[in-house]
Structure formats: structure tokens, C-alpha cells
Nanobody, 117 residues
Framework: QVQLVESGGGLVQPGGSLRLSCEASGIFFSRYNMAWYRQAPGKQRELVAR???????NYADSVKDRFIAFRDSANTVIFLQMNDLKPEDTAVYYC???????????WGQGTQVTVSS
């Protein structure tokens, strides 16, 4: 049974930093592409960063050079280090897993990130 549990969200001032975590159970990173998405109020859910099974990482243009995604394979945890946060980064952030060669995917419950002074 795949389960994804995010943590680390909160309220931060513009220019600040936060680190999100996603603890994944029932997953081998070698068989699942992992990703971070976010959804702001009134907007569609959008991809923030994707980590492939081979470890390649892709970022949305809006977060490139500010956010860093990485994984701890030994403990099946992925992270999103968010630096120089802006009010437009305010959203619920979700962890996502998709099994290779399959349409099966899973979402975490989401964690709220609010950037405001």
C-alpha cells in the first residue's frame, strides 16, 4: 500500500525559506517517479519539481534557481528546499508518486505554504 505524508509547511515572510518533506511508504524510488505539485486558491494544480527514477530532476521555470528537490533513497523520503520565497509561492504543496510503466499514481494530503509579511 503506497502512502505519502507531507510535512514542513507553514507561514514564512517573503525572502524566507522552508523545507518540505514527503515520507513515502510502499515505494521503491527505482520504480516510481516522484514529484512536487502545488495548487494556489482558484488555480489549477501545477508541477513544481519532478524526480525521475534515475535521479534526474526537472523544475518549473517559476521556481528554478530558488527551489531544490532531492531524495533520501535509504529512507524513501523526498524533500523540497524552498528559498527566496515569494507571495506567489503561496499554495498547498502535494507529493506525488507514479509507478513506472503504469497509470497508477498516488497523492499526499498536502501541506499549506503561506508567504506573507
Amino acid at each position: 500500500q503506497v502512502q505519502l505524508v507531507e510535512s514542513g509547511g507553514g507561514l514564512v515572510q517573503p525572502g524566507g525559506s522552508l523545507r518540505l518533506s514527503c515520507e513515502a511508504s510502499g515505494i521503491f524510488f527505482s520504480r516510481y517517479n516522484m514529484a512536487w505539485y502545488r495548487q494556489a486558491p482558484g488555480k489549477q494544480r501545477e508541477l513544481v519539481a519532478r524526480i525521475s527514477t534515475g535521479g534526474a530532476i526537472n523544475y518549473a521555470d517559476s521556481v528554478k534557481d530558488r527551489f531544490i528537490a532531492f531524495r533520501d533513497s535509504a529512507n524513501t523520503v523526498i524533500f523540497l528546499q524552498m528559498n527566496d520565497l515569494k507571495p506567489e509561492d503561496t499554495a498547498v504543496y502535494y507529493c506525488h508518486a507514479r509507478r513506472l510503466f503504469s497509470s497508477s499514481d498516488w497523492w499526499g494530503q498536502g501541506t499549506q505554504v503561506t508567504v506573507s509579511s
